[in-house]
C-alpha cells in the first residue's frame, strides 16, 4: 500500500474515520507520560503527527517540537493548531537514512504498525538515531494480546446469546483476514487495513535490537465500546488496550 496515499485520503475524514487513543485512554496514562518527560529547555519529535492530537500535551511541555509525517494533507490540517513552537516537516520514516536534528524526547503513536515487517524496525531505528544520547521515547503500539482477547471476548458473548462458535458469521472474525503467515507476524486487519500487532516480548526484543533500552511497558485502556456495538454491563476489567512502551536511547 502507498501510505503516503493513503493517508492524504483519510485526512479530510479522519476525526471520523481514526481511533482517538487520547480520547479513549481511560486511565489518562498519556498525560501522565508527557508529565513525565516535560522540560521547557527541551526539544521533542512527534513521529507520525497526523492533524496533531498530541500537540495539545507535546507543544506547552517542550520549548520545540517537530512534527513529521508522511502525508502532507495531515500536515496541512496540524499547522492549523494554534501553537507557535512547532515545526513541520513531511517524510517516510519507512525510509532508512533520515536524520533529524536530536530531540530530548520522541512520541510516535500508532505508526510503526506496517504490514511490511522491516519497514517498522526501520522506524525504530530512526527513533533511536534522533534521540540525544540518554534521550527518552514514548511509542503506542497495537497489542495482539489484545485483539485475541477481544475476540475470545466476542465467542463468550455470543455463547450466552445461546449462539455456538461454530455458528458465528465469519464477518465477525475479520480481524484475522490474513494468511497464516500474516497471522503469525500479527498482520491483523483493522477496517480492512493489514494492521502490524505487537506481543509484549516481541516488544522487548524489537526494541533491544534498535538500541531502545525499555524502561515501561504498560497498556493505555480503552473501553469495550471500541470493539462491540453492545457492551453487557458484567463486561468489564481487563479491557482492550494498545501497549505503550517508554524507552531510552541504550
Ligand atoms: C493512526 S495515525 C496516528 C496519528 C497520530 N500519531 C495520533 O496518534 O493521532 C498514523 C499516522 O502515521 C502517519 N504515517 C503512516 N506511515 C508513515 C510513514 N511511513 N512515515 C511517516 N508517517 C507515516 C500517517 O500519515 C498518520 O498521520
Not at 455458528?167 to 475479520?174: A, K, R
Request: net charge negative.
Amino acid at each position: 500500500m502507498n501510505q503516503e496515499k493513503h493517508w492524504n485520503f483519510i485526512a479530510p475524514s479522519y476525526e471520523e474515520e481514526i481511533f482517538d487513543v487520547f480520547k479513549s485512554d481511560r486511565k489518562k496514562i498519556l498525560p501522565f507520560y508527557f508529565k513525565k518527560h516535560a522540560n521547557s529547555k527541551h526539544r521533542a519529535i512527534d513521529f507520525g503527527c497526523g492533524v496533531g492530537k498530541a500537540f495539545p500535551f507535546l507543544a506547552p511541555s517542550f520549548k520545540e517540537v517537530l512534527a513529521v509525517d508522511i502525508s502532507q494533507e495531515c500536515l496541512i490540517m496540524a499547522k492549523k493548531l494554534p501553537y507557535s513552537n512547532i515545526e513541520f516537516v513531511q517524510a517516510d520514516l519507512s525510509k532508512p537514512d533520515l536524520h533529524f536534528e536530536q530531540a530530548d524526547f520522541a512520541f510516535c503513536c500508532n505508526v510503526i504498525m506496517l504490514p511490511e515487517v522491516t519497514k517498522n524496525y526501520t522506524m525504530l531505528r530512526t527513533i533511536q538515531q534522533s534521540l540525544k544520547s540518554r534521550g527518552n521515547a514514548v511509542v503506542i503500539l497495537p497489542s495482539l494480546e489484545s485483539i485475541f482477547f477481544a475476540s475470545w471476548q466476542l465467542i463468550r458473548l455470543y455463547k450466552l446469546e445461546g449462539i455456538d462458535v461454530k455458528d458465528i458469521d465469519e464477518s465477525e472474525f475479520h480481524y484475522f483476514k490474513g494468511t497464516k503467515r500474516d497471522i503469525i507476524q500479527g498482520i491483523m486487519y483493522i477496517n480492512g487495513v493489514p494492521t502490524k500487532h505487537y506481543s509484549e516480548p516481541e516488544i522487548q526484543i524489537i526494541f533491544q535490537e534498535a538500541g531502545l533500552k525499555v524502561t515501561a511497558i504498560e497498556k493505555v485502556e480503552y473501553d469495550w465500546n471500541t470493539e462491540f456495538g453492545t457492551v453487557p454491563d458484567w463486561l468489564v476489567d481487563p479491557y482492550p488496550w494498545d501497549w505503550l512502551i517508554e524507552c531510552k536511547k541504550a
